[in-house]
């Protein structure tokens, strides 16, 4: 075999490899940074709409109290509809990295798989919710004159309380979670996954839980689409744990304010993620894994495997453990 003859076929193998992302893009291992401020997000976005010659499509849901666009950056053009929601509370950055890597992995490039994945799926993603919330590093929105039974007077409110379909977007006292309403009642996703951080906690044994998850527990939630959420929490489970992580279930309430059950109230497979806190020694890791998740979920919705999923495996999730003893773990619900 002549020396060309030989590197035409390996280079035939690599592509088919990476194809098939058996092979980690060449950029996998660079750092990427977890808490961009809001103004180099949206630069990091239009760069990627052009990038991607138009197949990542940005453009504002609305604008936060403090005059901030809140972003959707929209995927594919397929019949499967996911919604991937990062950073309704400002201090839990990691989701948000996650989607921008996600949308890049997505909609840059046109290898078979991309294209294939691009024509099953469209995935909206709300990229930080809440970015008022990000640049003051506090949980709520920016309301100061609120007083309100979800958040803190002075400060503002908690979003993840204020997504209760009884109450209609216009009359919603927290704006950013009146703008996630409407955006849902537009693009009516399947599936929707809402992206958070708690403290940190260990299982059963000891060992360290690195996220934990929930599908909604709102007794009025109707059976498909709760059986459709838990198939979802078992895919992002095992894609996870796959690669190294450690999930537990996440034992959130049943208040319909919160995201999780107020979209499966809705119609959607709605899921709750939340990484652990574990310190800037972790959140390269906390970037990929919720990464890991967000692939693993569109291509089981693309491929339709998703539905294969026997509900029942959530339900064998193992439930979260106590706090770690030294670590912060103040962080509340959802
Ligand atoms: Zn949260």
Do not use: C
């Not at 003859?5 to 940074?33: K, Q």
């Not at 409110?157 to 309403?181: F, K, M, S, W």
């Not at 339900?315 to 670590?327: C, F, K």
């Amino acid at each position: 075999m002549s020396k060309t003859m030989r590197y035409a076929l390996l280079s035939v193998l690599v592509a088919v490899v990476t194809a098939w992302g058996l092979v980690a893009p060449a950029g996998a291992a660079r750092e990427i940074d977890p808490r961009p401020s809001t103004e180099e997000l949206a630069r990091q976005l239009f760069d990627l709409q052009v990038r991607s010659r138009g197949e990542v499509r940005v453009r504002p849901i609305g604008t936060s109290n403090q005059g901030r666009p809140v972003w959707s950056a929209r995927v594919g053009h397929g019949p499967q509809r996911l919604l991937y929601v990062t950073q309704q509370h400002g201090d839990e950055p990691l989701g948000t990295p996650a989607a921008m890597e996600f949308l890049r992995d997505v909609g840059v490039g046109n290898d078979p798989h991309q294209r294939w994945l691009r024509d099953q799926v469209t995935v909206d993603v709300v990229v930080r919710a809440n970015p008022d919330g990000h640049e003051l590093n506090w949980r709520y929105n920016y309301d100061p004159d609120a007083d309100p039974e979800f958040g803190e007077a002075g400060k503002g409110y908690d979003i993840n309380r204020y997504h209760d379909p009884a109450v209609a977007p216009e009359d919603n006292p927290a704006t950013e979670a009146g703008l996630i309403q409407r955006h849902h009642a537009d693009f009516t996703p399947q599936i929707a996954v809402d992206f958070h951080m708690q403290g940190r906690y260990v299982d059963g044994e000891g060992r360290e839980i690195t996220a934990s998850l929930m599908w909604p527990t709102n007794p009025g939630v109707a059976e498909e689409p709760l059986n459709l959420a838990k198939q979802v929490s078992v895919v992002a489970r095992n894609a996870m744990d796959d690669g190294g992580a450690n999930v537990s279930q996440y034992p959130g309430g049943e208040y319909q304010g919160i995201a999780r059950n107020a979209y499966g109230l809705l119609g959607s497979g709605s899921v709750l993620i939340e990484l652990s806190d574990m310190g800037p020694a972790h959140e390269q890791f906390q970037i990929s894994s919720a990464l890991a998740s967000m692939h693993a979920i569109a291509n089981a919705a693309a491929d339709g495997s998703v539905h294969d999923v026997d509900p029942a495996q959530a339900e064998a999730i193992p439930p979260r453990g106590e706090p770690v003893p030294t670590a912060n773990a103040t962080r509340t619900d959802d």
